[in-house]
Each structure stands twice: as C-alpha cells, then as structure tokens.
C-alpha cells in the first residue's frame, strides 16, 4: 500500500514540477478544479442473480490524467469491502492511469462489471473500451453484464519521440505484462494491436480470454 501512495504521489509531483510537459495543466484541473469522471454510490446491487446485494461504486466518464488518485479516494469514502463492485462506463482515456487504477482494483479485492445503475440497485448495460478496459480487468471477479461491450484498439503515446518504434514495444510490453498479471489471455493485447478504431469484443470471445469471469445471461 505504502508503494502505491507513492507511486501516486510520484505522478503528482512530475506533473506539478513541470507545468510545460503536456497534460500538466489537464493534470492540475482534474486534480484541483474538476475531475473528469463522476461516481455514484450505490447500496446494494445483485448482479449474480444470488439475491445477496453487493455494495458499488458507479464510475464513468473520461480516464483523464489525475484519474488514479481520484479514483482511490472515491473508493475510500464509498467504504467499499473485498468483493464490492465497481461499475464502470467509460470510452476510455489514459493508459497508465487505467492500468493504475485497475491494480487498486486487484489489491482491494473488487469485483468489476461494465453498466450503469439506478438507485434502485438496479443494472443496464453500458460501454466500456480502451482504457476504461484495463480498469475492468483489475476486478477479481469480471461480470460480463448481457448487452454491455467492451471495446478494444491500439494505444498511441502523445508528444514528440525520440524512438517510435522502441516507445511502441514499450506500450505493448506495458500492456502485456498488466494483462498477464491480471490473469487475461495475451490475444487480448494482440486484438488491441491490430487496429486503431474500437474493436467491440464478442462475449464469448472476451470469456474464452478471461477477460470476462463471470458472464451474466438476460434475467
């Protein structure tokens, strides 16, 4: 826990040391002016159809660059426990606070499933893709709620660089090994290098990744 704080608080200060590197100002107003994502709480959910209602935090909007710490103090205050759900609807955004954010994910425990839901506990299939997808695969337990997708592409580093080449084998190495330690299969990673636009997954392709754990079917 003490590395991951400063893990965070790393990417806080590089960014506020250096207000000319690109996204530092974005940096600063999501940290201290407006985020880019928006939560909800939600007492109780039963997306396994057991009837034993799960507490969960609904999260969605774009992953921006000061998502990760956001991220962590909405589920301190939601006082989520191991086995909670985090519901997610995002088009995605930042690679490496997706990746962030997902490992805060696996070390809490959580469960993750792509929809949105009512105060009622009640859950609708939404959207989730490109970063938005290495969130999802921090759950411990991945719901694959009937009608929402996940949507996958390649990821493209911003700014000028050096080395294209070698800078796009370190994304893909990143990507690689974060969805191996997630338990995903590695044709996940090479769907995503295949193509540029949003690549909707099928269901049952994303199941026989491992993508999704747990599929949910119409109730």
């Not at 207000?19 to 909800?40: C, H, I, L, N, Q």
């Not at 939404?126 to 694959?144: H, P």
């Not at 090994?177 to 769907?191: F, P, Q």
Request: aromatic share 6%.
């Amino acid at each position: 826990m003490v590395i991951f704080v400063l893990l965070l608080s790393g990417i806080g200060i590089r960014a506020y040391r250096d207000m000319s590197r690109p996204g530092a100002w974005d940096y600063s107003r999501e940290t201290f002016v407006a985020p880019s994502m928006k939560s909800t709480v939600i007492a109780s959910v039963d997306l396994d159809g057991s009837g034993r209602g799960r507490r969960a935090l609904a999260i969605s909007g774009e992953i921006g660059r000061a998502s990760a710490i956001w991220f962590y103090d909405q589920i301190k205050q939601a006082l989520l426990s191991p086995g909670d759900v985090i519901l997610l609807s995002s088009n995605g955004g930042d690679l490496d606070q997706g990746t962030i954010m997902g490992e805060v994910i696996r070390l809490r425990g959580l469960a993750t499933a792509v929809g949105t839901a009512d105060a009622s506990g009640k859950v609708y299939a939404a959207s989730c893709a490109s970063a938005c997808v290495l969130v999802y695969a921090g759950g411990k337990t991945r719901y694959g709620v009937f009608g929402s997708l996940l949507g996958v592409h390649r990821f493209t580093v911003e700014g000028p660089l050096k080395d294209p080449v070698a800078e796009g084998q370190r994304t893909q190495g990143q990507l690689l090994g974060y969805m191996t330690k997630m338990g995903d299969s590695s044709r996940i990673v090479e769907l995503m290098s295949q193509t540029s636009d949003i690549r909707w997954l099928n269901p049952r392709d994303a199941l026989a990744m491992n993508l999704i754990t747990t599929p949910i079917e119409r109730r």
